[in-house]
C-alpha cells in the first residue's frame, strides 16, 4: 500500500473505528469504515466491529487525525 | 385482535424483515452496506425471536397449526411478500418499516405489560443503528414508489384510528395508539406521511393489511426448513 493510498472516492469519508472492551482498557484503532455521513458512519461501525462485547466504541473522521509524523519519518 | 396477537404480527414481520435485509448481504452498493445489511438480519431475525418468546408468558399463544402448511396464515406485510429486486425497496423498508416497527415495541415498552417492558428494551438499542442507516440512505434520496408504499404499510401496521390497537393504549398496554405512533414515526424521518386512503373495512386485523396475498412459496419453503432438506442427503432426509 503506498502512503497515497485512499479508500474513498466522490462524497465518501474514511472513519477510524476505536474501541475498549472494559473500562480499565484504553481505547484503541479497531479498523476504519468508509461512509458519506456520521450517520451511515456510526451503524457501518457497529454492524462491521461488533463481534467483540465493547463496553464503549467511537469513531472519528480520518482527516481530523493530526499526524506528528508518519512510519519512515521519526 | 388481542395483545398476542399483535406481539405475534410484530414478530412475524420482523422475522420476514430480517430474511429480506439478508437476502441483500452481497447485493448492496458497498461492502459496509453489505455488512450492514447482514448485521441488521441477524438483528431482526434474533428480535423475532424474543418476541415469539413473549407469546407464552402473555398467556395465550396465537399460532397454529395452519402456519406449517399455508403462508397466507403468517402475519407479515404485503412489502416483504416478495424479495426486492431494488435498492430502494431495501432503504424504503428500512427507514420507514424498521423504525414503524420499533415505534410499535416503544409503546409495547411504555405499556403495563411486564414481560413486554423487560424484554424488548434492549431490542430500542440495537436499532438505533438501524434508523441511522435508514435514514441516511434515505436523504441520499430513493424511488418514489416504495417510499409510498412503504408509508402506506406503516399506517395499515399501526392499524385504524379507533380499532383495537387504541383500546390496547386506552387499557394502558401500549403507551401510543396509531395516532400517536404515526406522529412518532415522522418525528423521527422528519418528514410527513404522503397522503395514502386507505379502505380500513378491506384491513385485516390479524395480518394488519388490507392486501391479500402471502410470502413467496421459495421463502415459505425456507422457513418451514423444506429448502434445507432438499439439499441435505439422503439419508438426512425425513
Redesign the interface.
Known amino acids: 500500500m503506498t502512503s497515497g493510498y485512499k479508500r474513498v472516492s466522490g462524497d465518501a469519508v474514511e472513519y477510524e473505528v476505536f474501541a475498549r472492551k472494559s473500562r480499565v482498557d484504553a481505547l484503541h484503532l479497531v479498523g476504519s ?5 456520521d ?2 458512519a ?3 461501525a ?3 466491529y ?1 463481534e467483540e462485547r465493547w463496553c464503549e466504541m467511537a469513531i472519528v473522521r480520518k482527516e481530523h487525525v493530526i499526524e506528528l509524523w508518519q512510519p519512515g519519518e521519526a | 385482535m388481542s395483545l398476542p396477537d399483535l406481539v405475534l404480527s410484530i414478530a412475524d414481520n420482523k422475522q420476514m424483515l430480517g430474511l429480506r435485509y439478508a437476502e441483500w448481504a452481497t447485493r448492496a452498493p ?1 461492502l ?2 453489505d ?2 445489511a ?3 438480519g441477524l438483528d431482526d431475525l434474533g428480535h423475532s425471536r424474543v418476541l415469539y418468546g413473549c407469546l407464552e408468558p402473555l398467556g395465550a399463544d396465537p399460532r397454529g397449526p395452519e402456519r406449517e402448511s399455508d403462508a397466507g396464515s403468517l402475519r407479515n406485510l404485503a412489502y416483504f411478500d416478495q424479495p426486492w429486486s431494488e435498492w430502494s425497496q431495501f432503504v424504503a423498508a428500512n427507514a420507514i418499516l424498521d423504525t414503524a416497527f420499533t415505534v410499535m415495541i416503544e409503546a409495547c415498552v411504555g405499556g403495563s405489560v411486564e414481560v413486554l417492558q423487560h424484554r424488548l428494551r434492549k431490542m430500542l438499542m440495537e436499532e438505533r ?2 434508523f ?2 435508514g ?3 434515505l ?2 434520496g430513493i424511488d418514489k414508489e416504495p417510499l409510498e408504499r412503504a408509508w402506506r404499510e406503516a399506517i395499515e401496521f399501526f392499524g385504524p384510528p379507533d380499532g383495537e390497537t387504541e383500546t390496547l393504549r386506552r387499557d394502558g398496554k401500549l403507551s401510543m395508539g396509531p395516532a400517536q405512533q404515526r406522529t412518532r414515526l415522522e418525528e423521527q424521518l422528519e418528514a410527513r406521511a404522503p397522503r395514502v386512503d386507505i379502505d380500513w373495512r378491506a384491513w385485516d386485523p390479524i395480518r394488519r393489511r388490507t392486501a391479500r396475498g402471502a410470502i413467496d412459496e421459495h421463502t415459505f419453503g425456507m422457513l418451514r426448513g423444506l429448502e434445507e432438506k432438499k439439499y441435505a442427503p439422503t439419508a438426512a432426509k425425513g
Not at chain 1, 469504515?33 to 455521513?37: E, G, I, N, R, T
Request: net charge negative; hydrophobic share 50%.
Open positions: 469504515v468508509v461512509a458519506p455521513d450517520d451511515l456510526m451503524a457501518y457497529r454492524a462491521t461488533d | 458497498s459496509e452496506a455488512i450492514a447482514a448485521a441488521m443503528y438501524h441511522l442507516h435514514r441516511s440512505w436523504r441520499s
